[in-house]
């Protein structure tokens, strides 16, 4: 704008030298006109000389402005480009976190990450449930707030303030009538300077691990205390007839007697301890041909009978032969029914008792065997456990010794051996009902099943 002004300003008196120039050779010029000439002829020079100064500065000026103008161009892209970076860093950063909480989610463990301040910034769907908070709703919340065992927020402050890299502890939480037991792995997180700034907390569930150990443990103590009175009554009747305390031959007969039925007790204990680990091995000789599953339940039933009448029990056989034949090893269907018998025996209290029954389904192609009994019963909640290794119900333990086995042993000759299915109804106080399915030889043949 300056510069315009300045031409303009140039113009005019550029205009009026040119104008006196053109005057002076019409009249005679005096001093004065003279003077005015040469004023205006300084003046134009003068004018010429700034304006030449000026489009120097101009220039000089527009030149660094072209300068500042490209520097500013060049930040800009530079900024443009450190955007871009800073775009593509965080879509990284936010693909990472994507896939930590993706790895996080799909962890069937409870994890939970803290900061620095014991606050939450992540946690998966188990965690929630464990510790009854709404994952998504509870980030930022201090674990004060969310997880109710002071064990853990102790182990996790603690970890924290002694830097420690893991820590592992065994953390129990009430969880209605039940405990559950958990693993628990506490780890620091550390920060570029080496300062901890989070703790990650692992919790695995071993509750059922416990819970098998400490059947194996009931195992070893039931087999051993079963081991131990067949053992003792043996050695306390050999003992005496060395020691010639049976003086006539009906007494050393009761004697052998004694000792060969707890022989046998004992040898039966070993045997289903090792045929239910021969089948889970695969290791068990299977014999299987046409057999008619009515026969092997009135035989058991049979079998049963003389024990049964020891507590009045009555075994009543409803089985009608007809053609019933499964493909199937005898013996071990033999050694389920039997099974399922001297069980219904046991936990039937004296005068009950019981009905067994093998029935060929046509529609659903099987054979059908039930045992019921009027005994102790078994409670709803325990039923689903009943058919697992070592599972006894304490309740019932009262009615007679066991080992837990004999109703596994029933499972794996059914299911594993056989491909059958067997299945249990009970009441507590009235009875239950036990029983199992084979299918038909025919459907066994034809491949229908
Ligand atoms: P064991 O009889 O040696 O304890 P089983 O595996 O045969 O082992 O049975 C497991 C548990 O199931 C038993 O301890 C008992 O509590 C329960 N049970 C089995 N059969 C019956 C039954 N007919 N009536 C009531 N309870 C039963």
């Known amino acids: 704008m300056v510069f315009s002004k300045n031409y303009i300003f140039l113009a005019v008196l550029v205009f009026i030298v040119l104008m006196l120039i053109a005057a002076m050779p019409l ?49 800009a892209s530079q900024s443009i480009n450190d955007a871009k970076d800073f775009k593509l860093q965080l879509q990284l950063l936010k693909r990472q976190k994507r896939n930590t909480e993706a790895i996080i989610y799909s962890i069937s463990d409870a994890v939970i990450v803290t900061d620095a301040s014991d606050r939450l910034i992540m946690a998966n769907e188990p965690a929630g449930g464990l510790f009854d908070f709404d994952v998504k709703g509870a980030m930022l919340k201090p674990m004060e707030e969310l997880v109710s065992s002071g064990e853990l927020k102790k182990l996790i402050g603690s970890s924290r303030n002694s830097r420690t890299r893991h820590v592992r502890h065994e953390l129990q939480f009430e969880s209605g009538e039940n405990t559950q037991t958990y693993d628990c792995i506490i780890s620091c997180i550390y920060d570029d300077d080496d300062q901890v700034c989070g703790v990650v907390s692992v919790l695995h569930d071993i509750t059922r691990e416990k819970e098998i150990s400490q059947m194996k443990n009931d195992f070893v103590s039931h087999v051993s205390h079963e081991f131990k009175t067949p053992l003792a009554s043996i050695t306390a009747y050999s003992e005496m007839l060395v020691d010639g ?26 045997e289903d301890i090792l045929n239910i680990s021969r089948i889970e091995s695969g290791l068990i000789k299977v014999n299987k041909e046409a057999v008619s599953t009515a026969l092997i339940v009135r035989d058991a039933a049979q079998m049963v009978k003389s024990y049964a009448a020891e507590k009045n029990i009555t075994v009543e056989d409803q089985t009608a032969i007809v053609f019933d034949q499964v493909y199937a090893d005898k013996d071990m269907i033999s050694q389920a029914v039997i099974n399922l018998l001297s069980n219904a025996v046991k936990y039937t209290p004296n005068d009950g008792k019981i009905t067994v029954n093998s029935e060929v389904d046509e529609s659903q192609q099987v054979v059908r065997v039930t045992i019921v009994d009027t005994g102790a019963g078994i409670p709803a909640e325990e039923l689903p456990r009943i058919f697992e290794k070592f599972y006894r119900v304490k309740a019932n333990n009262k009615f007679a010794k066991g080992t837990g086995l004999g109703l596994n042993l029933v499972k794996q000759i059914i299911e594993k051996v056989h491909d059958g299915r067997v299945f249990v109804t009970s009441q507590v106080g009235k009875g239950s009902c036990f029983g199992f399915e084979l299918p038909l030889l025919a459907t066994v043949k034809t491949g229908t099943r």
Request: proline content about 0%; glycine content about 6%.
């Open 245 to 270: 305390e049976a003086a006539d031959e009906k007494t050393r007969k009761e004697f052998y007697s004694i000792i060969q039925s707890q022989a046998q007790r004992l040898n039966r204990l070993i």
């Open 27 to 75: 009249g005679g010029t005096t001093l004065a006109e003279a003077l005015a000439c040469i004023a205006a002829i300084g003046a134009a020079g003068w004018l010429g000389w700034r304006l030449f100064i000026e489009r120097r500065m101009f220039l000089v000026q527009v030149a660094s402005l072209r300068n500042d103008y490209k520097n500013q161009c060049e930040k």
